[in-house]
C-alpha cells in the first residue's frame, strides 16, 4: 500500500530537519529521480507502488545514468541538483529520504532494492548491512 503524501513528506522532513515540507520535496524528487536510474524492471515498480503518485511517476520516469553511481557518486550528483547544497547536506538528504524510502518496504523488496545498486548503498538506507 502507497503511503499518503504528506505522511511521507513529514517523515522526510523530520528526518532531514527541514524548515518546510518544500525542502522536503525538493529532496525526495531529486533522490528519487537519481534512485530512479539505479533501479530497473519489477523492483523499481514495486517501490513505486509504495510511493505516493506524484513520487512514483518520478521514480517511474528517472534522470539518464549512465553507469551505475557510487554511493559518493550518488550524493555527489544529488548536491550538483540541489541547489546551494554541498556534500555534507547532500548526503543528509540523500540519508532522509533513502530512509523513509527504507520504512516504506518490506525487508525482501529492500533487499532486492540494494541487489540492483552498487555496494554501500545500504549505509545510505539507514539498514547497514553485516555479512
Not at 511517476?57 to 541547489?83: C, D, G, K, M
Not at 540523500?94 to 516504506?104: C, E, G, I, Q, R
Amino acid at each position: 500500500m502507497a503511503l499518503r503524501r504528506e505522511v511521507f513528506l513529514d517523515h522526510v522532513k523530520e528526518r532531514g530537519e527541514y524548515g518546510t515540507a518544500e525542502e522536503a520535496e525538493r529532496a525526495a524528487r531529486v533522490v528519487l529521480a537519481l534512485l530512479g536510474a539505479h533501479l530497473v524492471g519489477g523492483v523499481r515498480a514495486q517501490l513505486a507502488a509504495r510511493l505516493p503518485e506524484g513520487f512514483a511517476l518520478i521514480l517511474l520516469n528517472p534522470l539518464q545514468s549512465a553507469e551505475p553511481l557510487s554511493p559518493e557518486r550518488f550524493v555527489r550528483a544529488t548536491a550538483a541538483w540541489i541547489e546551494g547544497a554541498t556534500e555534507q547536506t547532500a548526503a543528509w538528504d540523500v540519508s532522509a529520504v533513502l530512509s523513509t524510502v527504507a520504512d516504506a518496504v518490506d525487508e525482501d523488496l529492500l533487499g532486492q532494492i540494494l541487489l540492483q545498486l552498487p555496494a554501500g548503498y545500504d549505509l545510505l538506507f539507514g539498514r547497514p548491512r553485516t555479512i
